[in-house]
């Protein structure tokens, strides 16, 4: 992972044409397609942006096109440096009045901790982010690729329950994952 900003949004820009790729021939595969959206915050807060985002993201679900969506690194500098696409999730899943917000991350999911602090036994369902819950997260994996970590992940997912829905977080390396959260 490189350090130098300018280098961070080159990867960032580059890699979006390899993602993309990826989605759209399993979209393919299943007989439907994709298109990308990149966002940055102020696309979700500010209203007009708001209203012009609502309006395409129900024009591409009214016939059928899955909308990938992240954040814009390219541009959106700040979000590379503290890991926002887990509250960029959290704003567009509420915005569109999602049933379900789900983010996929390389984190291992959230674990109780032995007396030592090590990761034990993982939580599969949490009803409410508490304070203990925060407590539980940590930084990132480990994974020179991540930025956000759990703790980003558990605040998107308390901006959802918040208005009552629900976020999961599931294993983004493995596509198959997506099929058994579709069951």
């Not at 580059?14 to 299943?30: D, I, N, P």
Request: net charge negative; aromatic share 2%.
């Amino acid at each position: 992972r490189p350090k130098h900003l300018p280098e961070l949004q080159m990867c960032a820009a580059a890699g979006q044409s390899k993602l993309m790729s990826l989605y759209e021939t399993a979209c393919v595969e299943r007989g439907f397609h994709c298109a990308q959206l990149l966002l940055m915050a102020d696309d979700v807060r500010v209203r007009k942006r708001h209203l012009n985002l609502s309006n395409c993201l129900n024009a591409m679900l009214s016939r059928g096109v899955l909308p990938v969506i992240n954040e814009n690194d390219s541009l959106s500098v700040d979000e590379i440096r503290f890991g926002e696409n887990d509250e960029l999730a959290a704003l567009v899943g509420m915005m569109s009045r999602s049933d379900l917000t789900v983010l996929m991350t390389s984190v291992n999911g959230l674990h109780t901790l032995d007396d030592e602090g090590v990761p034990h036994e993982r939580i599969s369902v949490v009803e409410e982010v508490t304070e203990k819950q925060m407590a539980l997260a940590a930084g990132t994996d480990g994974n020179q690729m991540s930025t956000g970590g759990m703790h980003t992940k558990l605040n998107a997912a308390a901006m959802v329950n918040q208005v009552g829905e629900s976020l999961w977080i599931i294993n983004g390396t493995d596509f198959k994952e997506l099929r058994k959260m579709a069951r």
